[in-house]
């Protein structure tokens, strides 16, 4: 089992619509969690931290739930400018590196 | 306030030469973490470096793969006699301290081509 598990996509998602998609990790003494977005070819940059609370940054909400260990990410009111790879990014107990998830692609279209 | 600088940008070897990628981190940065990143798939760590010292190299494969960070200068990523395999974007990330892992900042990345 692979330890940060993401489903690839494409999501086709309406301009405007809102979308949302999990990201699953085997262990369960991971410390930190992320998502980060990677636009094709580039190199990945910090969308945001996700807390145990939950939270939001504008139209992006992110949430953990360490019972069933997962985290989630929603994008209300797609624009066309989302359009990239988020990638789920979890920090094991070790606390030294990133491991990453493999990614999924969210695609909105006019 | 430069960000990670890597280079070269892209890196065209033909099989059996040996590719070296560099990374300068951050200004005030003293670890830095190499990931590779296969076409299609997502980033893998490699190997994670400290001043002059090899933190967890996990990652690397057995052979052909070395890494150092030098006291003073860039951290280099070195590959000897590369394969077809080789083919990939490689990252670095460099951080102030490795608990404040919002402190993560990605160069743009090597992307070398074994031909």
């Known amino acids: 089992r692979k330890e940060v598990e993401q489903d690839p996509g494409p999501f086709n998602v309406p301009e405007g619509a809102t979308v949302a998609f999990n990201c699953t990790y085997s262990?369960?003494?991971?410390?930190?969690f992320f998502w980060y977005r990677q636009d094709c070819r580039k190199e990945p940059k910090l969308l945001m931290s996700v807390y145990s609370s939950g939270n939001e940054d504008g139209r992006f909400t992110a949430q953990l739930n360490r019972a069933s260990q997962y985290i989630s990410l929603l994008i209300r009111d797609s624009k066309l400018s989302d359009s990239a790879t988020y990638l789920c990014v979890v920090i094991g107990p070790a606390g030294n590196k990133l491991t990453f998830g493999g990614g999924t692609r969210v695609l909105v279209k006019p | 306030n430069a960000g990670v600088m890597q280079n070269p940008r892209h890196l065209v070897r033909r099989r059996g030469q040996e590719a070296r990628l560099r990374c300068s981190p951050m200004k005030g940065h003293s670890h830095v973490y190499w990931y590779r990143q296969l076409p299609e798939e997502g980033l893998k760590f490699m190997v994670y470096l400290q001043k002059e010292n090899i933190i967890d190299e996990s990652g690397m494969p057995k052979e052909r793969f070395s890494a150092e960070f030098p006291k003073e200068g860039p951290s280099i990523l070195r590959i000897q006699q590369v394969v077809r395999g080789d083919s990939a974007a490689y990252f670095c990330?460099?951080?102030?301290?490795?608990?404040?892992?919002?402190?993560?900042?990605f160069g743009s990345g090597t992307r070398l081509t074994v031909v």
């Open positions: 990330a460099s951080s102030p301290d490795r608990t404040k892992p919002d402190g993560y900042t």
């Open positions: 262990n369960s003494a991971s410390q930190s």
